[in-house]
């Protein structure tokens, strides 16, 4: 992840390591590190999925203004929302020497302490042989649940992360790269590189290049971000897949403009505009090349009924950052702090015109919010837990949405079916939450709505994302 700060400062703790970081800065921190983030009272913070380019360890870089429309971009991207998101955003760190491997944690017991030593100095030998001359009398087995217990880690994994970074130490040096891998007790050079490669994501004739250009001033001296395929944002239009969300939902066209189709109604927003979709309405947007269409914040359909749109709000294009606040507090528990999420809906639902409210769309929001809830429930039961005859509700979903109730339900459920492969959760799982007797079914159903299978279409999984964000749990479902 990158923490980008756009704006004020912010203190990002990685493990014991405490950064502070102000306007125009950021941090890359590899996965697997605990972090923690603070921003301060008026400070913003894009928390963004990078890729490192081979970077394992924390690595500051400078944010400049001219890169902030890409970072949102990136975020945006990552909400999942488009057809073909990536997850992972399209920007990763380029340039700079690399990074030294950070060691494997220290050992610090009388007992295993000259063990680390030995194997730290001479990463050749074996764990038997390690083992007779450090901690005589000791099995191996005994060995391997002590040093567990002390550092989280295998003893393999301990020894080869330690003989790769000696490895990287020696091939900075410019030692022969054979002479290396047998130094650090590889018999195999393929075995090697392919340790070498996975442990830093270039191979070692790749270190020794970077490491070259480094120490000769070739290339920049710091890490920069790079934008990759389509990351600037000038690719092929883009649009959102098809759904109906169970939630009301606020979209916000921040750069360029955009073209919606709600409930068979076309709309256009333009640059700085912002509308409110109702809950249970299907919907989709049409993304124009260079563009930018942001969810806003949502509202519960429980909290009351909302009409179609009319008229757009006209809040403020990206240069609005009390709009890109309540984005990031809508969405993240990190980008900003005393910052209502509320804020952006509000002021679209005070800024835009709409179709007065009725009973029927208070039924439709209900009936969304419950079916999302209980997606498993037959039109009878869901019929008696709205009060309604069965012909009754059917009639209200054809009447404010223009769709047969299958046809309609069907999105609903592979709306959320959608959201949850984006949790990392499995078309099996998913299935029988939502009450599949058969898997086929599911994923017919699946195909009929997205065009491809839940196995075939490609969804990123984006819980990683979310729990960076401090979204450990599911956003409302189909609330996206």
């Not at 220290?106 to 450090?134: F, K, M, V, W």
Request: hydrophobic share 45%.
């Amino acid at each position: 992840m990158l923490y980008a700060v756009l704006r004020g400062s912010a203190m990002v703790r990685v493990g014991d390591d405490a950064l502070d970081l102000h306007a125009d800065a950021g941090v890359w921190v590899p996965a697997g590190e605990t972090v923690a983030v603070t921003p301060q009272p008026g400070a913003i913070v894009l928390p963004i999925p990078v890729a490192g380019a081979g970077r394992t360890v924390t690595t500051r870089l400078g944010v400049p203004p001219h890169a902030h429309v890409a970072l949102l971009r990136a975020f945006t991207e990552a909400l999942g929302h488009l057809d073909g998101a990536q997850g992972a955003a399209r920007l990763e760190l380029r340039g700079g020497s690399p990074e030294p491997l950070a060691a494997p944690p220290a050992l610090r017991s009388p007992e295993l302490r000259p063990l680390a030593e030995l194997l730290t100095a001479h990463p050749e030998l074996g764990l038997q042989a390690a083992a007779a001359r450090a901690v005589p009398g000791w099995s191996v087995r005994t060995l391997q649940r002590r040093f567990l217990a002390e550092t989280g880690w295998t003893v393999a994994a301990w020894v080869r992360r330690q003989r790769v970074r000696i490895a990287a130490e020696l091939i900075t040096d410019g030692r022969d790269l054979e002479w290396v891998a047998h130094r650090v007790g590889y018999r195999s050079f393929p075995g090697f590189i392919r340790a070498f490669s996975e442990a830093t994501g270039m191979t070692p004739g790749q270190w020794r290049q970077k490491s070259a250009e480094g120490c000769m001033g070739v290339g920049p001296s710091r890490p920069e971000l790079e934008s990759g395929e389509g990351g600037d944002g000038h690719g092929a239009e883009r649009r959102t897949w098809a759904r109906v969300n169970g939630a009301h939902v606020a979209v916000w066209a921040a750069v360029g403009g955009a073209r919606l189709i709600i409930a068979g109604r076309a709309l256009t927003l333009a640059e700085g505009e912002a509308v409110i979709i109702p809950a249970g309405t299907p919907n989709e947007f049409r993304v124009p090349s260079g563009s930018l269409l942001v969810p806003l914040g949502f509202r519960s359909a429980l909290t009351g009924p909302i009409g179609a749109p009319l008229t757009a709000a006209h809040i403020g294009g990206l240069d609005s950052m009390r709009m890109l606040e309540a984005v990031l507090a809508s969405y993240t528990r990190v980008g900003v702090t005393d910052v209502d999420p509320d804020r952006g809906f509000a002021a679209v639902l005070a800024g835009s015109e709409r179709l007065p409210a009725t009973t029927g769309s208070e039924l439709l929001g209900r009936a969304a919010n419950l079916f999302v809830r209980e997606p498993e429930l037959s039109l009878a039961a869901a019929s008696e837990r709205l009060g309604l005859s069965e012909r009754e509700l059917c009639r209200v979903v054809g009447a404010h949405t223009g769709e047969q109730f299958a046809a309609w339900l069907r999105l609903l459920r592979m709306t959320r079916a959608r959201n949850q492969l984006g949790d990392g959760e499995t078309p099996s799982e998913i299935s029988r939450e939502l009450g599949y007797s058969h898997l086929p079914a599911f994923s017919r159903a699946f195909r009929a709505v997205h065009g491809a299978g839940p196995t075939g279409l490609g969804v990123p999984n984006l819980a990683p994302t979310r729990a960076a964000w401090g979204r450990e749990m599911r956003l409302p479902a189909s609330a996206l």
